[in-house]
């Protein structure tokens, strides 16, 4: 049986204590939480009644945007290069379909990496990454990992990068990714780079493997992070130029025509006018960036007096602490494993979290990834609150 994403079924396992009463803090959702910004709604309410079919790949228009939002961030981008999808969700899943064979994954990594994967009947080929890593393995142990699974028969073809990285909120080091995307090269995989947590990195930019591996790496975002639209459910990738990513694009427009057609015509227009950029989604952004990184700051601070090991936010709204340090605090209290850490927060304290082996990690470790985004109040007159006074 294909198991609810974890993220989701926590959710709703916490709507349902909500509804019977109980008071839950949920921190184990990624979400923003953040209101609309200005002009979008306007852009939807122009675009509504654009009710027939459009291309697959999406709208010239959208696409010459996204293009143009791409070159303004350094990398150079055709809006040939650019597919549109219903989020990044089914983009990952369209594209872990296209490339075909194994799937080698950075652990921890999100969720649903290793779900999608196994709905294809793929391998995962998990290679462990340190804490201060920023969610890229260590190029040490990628290939001995890569001729290890070899050897037992896997057929590594994708490797995913979470760049900045969720469940860690922590940003790669350029060296680290341009030193595994030379490994990846060696070994003839492709990158999928998901950057959707790129416009939150809290101090700038973040690296981006399609600098370093620019024929195979084929980035995957949206707008459900940046500007809290997870609910409008708009993504894109961005395929290579050269021969690879023209093949690329041939599969991925012929899987999309199957499956999602193309992204809602309206959402194509609130994208259009988000990606060119306009000064009031850019104060936004930054607003929601200052706020993110300040709640996580001060969170990540309490985590640290309280005795958790945790690396400092760089990017987004996440933490991952980490309770070995009390693991025999923990045990007294009949407390051994990271699901069980989750459920005794949940139970006995109210608080929502998800334990590390939702993100691959073995049930010993005693990680949790926690949404401090959700944090800013309860209600959406608080949350507006939170944002205006971080502009
Ligand atoms: N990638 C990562 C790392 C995420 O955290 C999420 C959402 O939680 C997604 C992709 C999916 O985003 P969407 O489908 O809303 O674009």
Redesign the pocket.
């Known amino acids: 049986m294909t198991k609810h994403s974890a993220?989701l079924a926590l959710d709703e396992a916490v709507q349902a204590r909500r509804a019977a009463g109980q008071d839950v803090l949920h921190l184990g959702f990624?979400e923003a939480g953040l209101p609309v910004s200005a002009g979008l709604a306007e852009a939807l309410a122009d675009a509504h009644l654009r009710n027939g079919y459009g291309p697959v790949a999406g709208s010239a228009r959208a696409r010459a945007a996204a293009a143009g939002w791409f070159g303004r961030r350094g990398l150079a981008t055709e809006p040939e290069q650019v597919l549109f999808a219903p989020?990044?969700?089914?983009l990952?899943f369209a594209l872990l379909a296209a490339i075909g064979g194994d799937v080698v994954l950075p652990t921890p990594s999100?969720v649903?990496y290793a779900a999608q994967a196994a709905l294809l009947g793929r391998r995962v080929v998990a290679v462990p990454v340190p804490a201060e890593a920023g969610g890229v393995p260590d190029p040490e142990l990628l290939e001995p990992a890569l001729c290890r699974a070899r050897a037992a028969g896997a057929r590594p073809a994708v490797l995913v990068l979470?760049v900045p990285d969720?469940p860690t909120g922590t940003v790669a080091p350029a060296a680290r990714v341009a030193a595994v995307c030379a490994i990846a090269e060696r070994h003839g995989l492709a990158v999928i780079s998901?950057e959707?947590?790129a416009e939150l990195s809290h101090h700038g930019t973040a690296p981006s493997p399609a600098r370093y591996l620019p024929e195979r790496t084929v980035i995957?975002t949206?707008l459900?992070?940046s500007l809290a639209l997870?609910g409008w459910?708009?993504?894109f990738a961005r395929t290579p130029a050269g021969r690879w990513g023209q093949w690329l694009r041939r599969e991925l427009t012929g899987i999309a025509s199957e499956i999602w057609s193309s992204l809602a015509a309206p959402m194509q227009a609130v994208a259009a006018h988000a990606l060119d950029d306009p000064p009031a989604v850019t104060a936004h952004i930054a607003a929601a960036r200052r706020l993110h990184a300040r709640v996580a700051t001060a969170t990540h601070a309490r985590l640290l007096a309280a005795g958790a090991d945790c690396r400092p936010p760089q990017a987004g709204f996440y933490l991952y602490p980490d309770l070995a340090p009390a693991r025999e605090a923990l045990r007294a209290r009949g407390v051994t494993t990271g699901p069980e850490l989750a459920t005794a927060l949940l139970d006995r304290h109210g608080v929502a979290t998800l334990p590390g082996s939702a993100f691959g990690e073995p049930t010993t470790a005693l990680t949790l990834r926690l949404a401090t985004s959700l944090l800013y109040g309860s209600t959406p007159r608080q949350r507006h609150a939170a944002l205006t006074a971080a502009e």
Do not use: Q
């Open positions: 993220t990624g989020g990044s969700k089914p990952l999100w649903s979470t969720n998901d959707i947590y995957t949206g459900s992070k997870g459910r708009i993504g």
